[in-house]
C-alpha cells in the first residue's frame, strides 16, 4: 500500500545544475500534480497531468518541465536550478472527486 | 492573486474545547472545497471534504460548514486534542479546470 512515492527525500543543488525529482503512484489515478511549499505560501501548483500523455501548466511552472509517458510516473525536471527553487515539493495523485493524495515531499536546496 | 484565503497564520486552543478554522475565496466556479492535515516533514492528508451543492458535512469530531453567499467556509473540530496540532490548509477546485488551488495555511496549536 505505498501510494505516492516521491524520490530523493532531500537534495542540495549548485546553481545551474539540473534535477529530476520522481514520482511514482501505485493507485491507477489518472491525475496527478506537482506542488511546491514556500514558508507562508501554501502549496502552489507547478504542474499537472489528466492521463498518460498529457500535461498542462500550474500556477508556477517557469523553470520546470514534466513528462507523463506512464499512468504511474510524473517526475519534474529542474534545468537549470536557482536560488528561487529552493522549497519543498510535494507530488500528488486523485481519481474522480475524491481527496488527493500526496507524497511525503522532496526538500530541495539550492546553494 | 491568492484566490483561497486563510487569513489567521496560527491558532491556540485549549484541549476539549472547540477549533475553528476559517477560509475565504474569491472564485466562484470553485465547486467543491477540501481541507488538509500537514504535519512537519509529511505531506498534507487530507481531512474532510464538502461540494457545493451542501452547507454542512460531518465526519466524525470534523464539520465543514459552507458558506457560498459569503464565499466562506470553516472547519469545526470538537473536541480538541493534542493529536490535532498541526497545520491545516483549505483548498479548492473546480471540475472544469481539475486544478487544486489551496490557502496559505493555519498552524494550529491545542494545549494540554
Known amino acids: 500500500n505505498a501510494g505516492v512515492t516521491q524520490t530523493p527525500k532531500f537534495r542540495i543543488l549548485k546553481i545551474g545544475q539540473s534535477m529530476t525529482l520522481q514520482c511514482a503512484q501505485d493507485m491507477n489515478h489518472n491525475y496527478m500534480y506537482w506542488y511546491r511549499q514556500d514558508p507562508g505560501m501554501g502549496l502552489k501548483l507547478i504542474y499537472y497531468?489528466?492521463?498518460?500523455?498529457?500535461?498542462d501548466k500550474g500556477e508556477v511552472p517557469n523553470g520546470y518541465n514534466v513528462s507523463r509517458s506512464t499512468t504511474e510516473d510524473f517526475p519534474l525536471r529542474l534545468e537549470l536550478a536557482a536560488p528561487s527553487q529552493t522549497s519543498v515539493y510535494f507530488c500528488a495523485s486523485r481519481q474522480g472527486n475524491y481527496g488527493y493524495t500526496f507524497g511525503s515531499g522532496t526538500r530541495l536546496t539550492v546553494v | 492573486d491568492q484566490q483561497v484565503k486563510q487569513n489567521s497564520p496560527s491558532l491556540s486552543v485549549q484541549e476539549g474545547r472547540i477549533s475553528i478554522l476559517n477560509c475565504d475565496y474569491t472564485n466562484s466556479m470553485f465547486d467543491y472545497f477540501l481541507w488538509y492535515k500537514k504535519y512537519p516533514a509529511e505531506g498534507p492528508t487530507f481531512l474532510i471534504s464538502i461540494s457545493s451543492i451542501k452547507d454542512k458535512n460531518e465526519d466524525g469530531r470534523f464539520t465543514v460548514f459552507l458558506n457560498k453567499s459569503a464565499k466562506h467556509l470553516s472547519l469545526h473540530i470538537v473536541p480538541s486534542q493534542p493529536g490535532d496540532s498541526a497545520v491545516y490548509f483549505c483548498a479548492a477546485s473546480d471540475g472544469a479546470t481539475n486544478k487544486l488551488i489551496f490557502g496559505t495555511g493555519t498552524l494550529l496549536a491545542v494545549q494540554p
Open positions: 497531468s489528466v492521463g498518460a500523455g498529457i500535461t
